[in-house]
């Protein structure tokens, strides 16, 4: 739970809870919604729905059953895809003077791209209880849609967040994606769909070659979504046949189209506290190894 604030009413712990002069102290929940699937949310996200007197969400983000499959009968929905920041402000201060509950809900997990933190520190601020619930990001969602695991033993594995720069939202130095597809690992590519041609070029820039395996993902989880395989030098023309320019994400890198390596984890020749090697299978592993091959 987030800070616990002494303001002028003084706060009473003795009942294990935290109240304000008899009044509830109020609270707020970033909620992790997931990509859309109502039934991706996690249990401790849909009971903060269920528990919540007020439910804010972004309708164009979040699919409706998420909120109305858990929200109480007579809890209050907002779309904060209508109101302004300062709105979503006043209604955290109107908790606190009633001691509201408060369930804010994000598209994925909230800790990506989701303005979380000016909020957080706001409700927290007006000493409110805060948490944060995760949730499952698009990336996570995108990878199961495309059946693929983003880090295949001696090809990737490491895993880039990121975002093409541009939009109302400039990019640190040094993060611009052609810095990051220097490491040929694998990406998972937000907010960029509507500049496809941009960063296409900015990924051919930093090595990646013309074949590189790409996953498109729309809408994952959502009623109508697309999940398509295609190359580096496909995504833009996929992209604008489809008109995919929102909700899309790229996952990029050698490991989406890489088969036939194998886990040194589960290898009979590999031993850890909970198993013994086999050592014929020992030796074969160790002599692979030597030869600086993967696993046989
Ligand atoms: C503002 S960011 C929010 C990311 C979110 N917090 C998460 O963890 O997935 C919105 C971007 O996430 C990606 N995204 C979110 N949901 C998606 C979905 N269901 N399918 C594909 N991409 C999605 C898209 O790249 C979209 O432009």
Same mark, same amino acid.
Do not use: N
């Given at each position: 739970?987030?800070? =616990?604030?002494?303001g002028?009413?003084g706060?009473d712990? *003795?009942? &294990?809870?935290?109240?304000l002069?008899?009044?509830?102290?109020?609270r707020v929940s970033? =909620?992790?919604a997931?990509?859309?699937a109502?039934d991706l949310?996690?249990l +401790?996200?849909a009971?903060?729905?269920?528990?919540?007197d007020?439910?804010?969400w972004a309708?164009?983000l979040?699919?409706?059953?998420?909120v109305?499959?858990?929200?109480?009968p007579g809890?209050?929905l =907002?779309?904060?895809s209508?109101?302004?920041?300062e709105?979503?402000?006043a209604?955290?201060?109107?908790a606190?003077?009633?001691?509201?509950?408060?369930a804010?809900v994000?598209? &994925?997990?909230?800790?990506l791209?989701?303005?979380?933190?000016?909020?957080?520190?706001?409700?927290?601020?007006?000493?409110?209880?805060?948490?944060?619930?995760?949730?499952?990001s698009a990336?996570g969602?995108a990878a199961a849609?495309?059946?693929?695991?983003?880090t295949?033993p001696?090809v990737a594995? *490491?895993?880039?967040?990121?975002?093409l720069?541009? &939009?109302?939202?400039?990019m640190?130095?040094?993060e611009?994606?052609?810095?990051?597809? +220097?490491? &040929?690992?694998?990406m998972?590519?937000?907010? *960029?769909?509507a500049?496809t041609?941009q960063?296409?070029?900015e990924?051919?820039?930093?090595g990646?070659?013309d074949? #590189?395996?790409?996953v498109?993902?729309?809408?994952?989880t959502?009623?109508?979504?697309?999940t398509?395989?295609?190359?580096?030098?496909?995504v833009?023309?996929?992209?604008?046949?489809?008109?995919f320019?929102?909700q899309?994400l790229?996952l990029v890198?050698?490991?989406?189209?890489?088969?036939? #390596?194998?886990?040194?984890l589960?290898h009979?020749?590999h031993f850890?506290?909970f198993?013994k090697?086999?050592p014929a299978?020992?030796?074969a592993?160790?002599?692979a190894?030597?030869?600086?091959?993967?696993?046989?």
């Open positions: 739970m987030g800070r =616990v604030a002494v002028a009413r706060l712990v *003795s009942a &294990g809870r935290h109240r002069s008899g009044v509830e102290r109020g970033f =909620v992790g997931g990509p859309g109502a949310i996690t +401790r996200g009971r903060r729905i269920a528990e919540a007020v439910v804010v309708a164009s979040v699919m409706a059953e998420c109305t499959e858990h929200a109480r809890a209050e =907002v779309d904060s209508r109101i302004a920041h709105d979503v402000l209604l955290y201060a109107r606190a003077d009633e001691g509201l509950r408060i804010r994000h598209s &994925g997990d909230p800790s791209w989701g303005a979380v933190q000016e909020q957080y520190d706001a409700a927290a601020a007006l000493g409110l209880e805060v948490e944060i619930v995760p949730g499952v990336f969602a849609a495309a059946g693929r695991e983003l295949i001696e594995q *490491s895993v880039v967040l990121t975002r720069e541009g &939009g109302r939202t400039p640190p130095p040094r611009k994606l052609r810095e990051f597809a +220097r490491h &040929g690992t694998t998972a590519i937000f907010l *960029s769909a500049r041609g960063m296409v070029d990924l051919r820039a930093g990646y070659p074949d #590189t395996p790409v498109v993902a729309y809408r994952t959502w009623p109508d979504e697309v398509l395989r295609c190359r580096l030098d496909e833009e023309a996929v992209c604008k046949e489809r008109r320019w929102r899309t790229f890198g050698p490991a989406l189209g890489a088969a036939g #390596t194998r886990s040194h589960y009979p020749g850890h506290t198993r090697p086999e299978a020992r030796r592993l160790r002599a190894r030597a030869a600086g091959s993967g696993a046989p």
